[in-house]
T-cell receptor, first 112, second 112 residues
């Protein structure tokens, strides 16, 4: 099994729909992250969580929300999807000292 | 910004040549990591160098760290077509939120 699993891998949704991207990890780490990547660009941080009771906004949190259901699960929601949220989304987890991050395979989201 | 900034943004070399990428950051770090991203895939951890280390090797990878200049470099020797990818650095800061943030990366193309 992969260390970090994202579902779905691909999704096409309509403008205005609510959509949830799910992430689970088997590393036992407390820290989890959601990133967005647009074509040819780097990763931008949407939200991050350092433990189950800790949720923090990243640099581009508007239009997104998250839920940390358990140490192993961190989901990202788009409350009302819009076309400019079309992107590749990554979930990651790391240890307390950020010595190594493990990434999921990504979710390719298209909003039409 | 807490992120590292990679330079150059893009690099194209012939197979067999060496590739050097640089990373600069702004504040004191505990460690600095380098990651590789193949097109559309999740980032994969390559190597970590701690703040008290100046150089580290892993196979064909050589990483240096100059904390006085707040910079690091990643050298890939004897490049192969399979090294074609984007490369990101991630400095783990001593202070602050210590969230894992990435820059835009260096897009490396190895030409046969």
């Amino acid at each position: 099994d992969a260390d970090v699993t994202q579902t779905p891998r691909n999704r096409i949704t309509k403008t205005g729909k609510r959509i949830m991207l799910e992430c689970s990890q088997t590393k036992g780490h407390d820290r989890m992250y959601w990133y967005r990547q647009d074509p040819g660009l780097g990763l931008r941080l949407i939200y991050y969580s350092f433990d189950v009771k800790d949720i923090n906004k990243g640099e581009i949190s508007d239009g997104y929300s998250v839920s940390r259901q358990a140490q192993a699960k961190f989901s990202l929601s788009l409350e009302s999807a819009i076309p400019n949220q079309t992107a590749l989304y990554f979930c990651a987890t790391s240890d307390l000292w950020n010595t190594e991050a493990f990434f999921g395979q990504g979710t390719r989201l298209t909003v039409v | 910004s807490q992120q590292g900034e990679e330079d150059p943004q893009a690099l194209s070399i012939q197979e067999g040549e060496n590739a050097t990428m640089n990373c600069s950051y702004k504040t004191s770090i505990n460690n600095l990591q380098w990651y590789r991203q193949n097109s559309g895939r999740g980032l994969v951890h390559l190597i970590l160098i701690r703040s008290n280390e100046r150089e580290k090797h892993s196979g064909r990878l050589r990483v240096t760290l100059d904390t006085s200049k707040k910079s690091s470099s990643l050298l890939i020797t004897a490049s192969r077509a399979a090294d074609t990818a984007s490369y990101f650095c991630a400095p783990a800061l001593i202070q602050g939120a210590q969230k894992l943030v990435f820059g835009q990366g260096t897009r490396l193309t190895i030409n046969p």
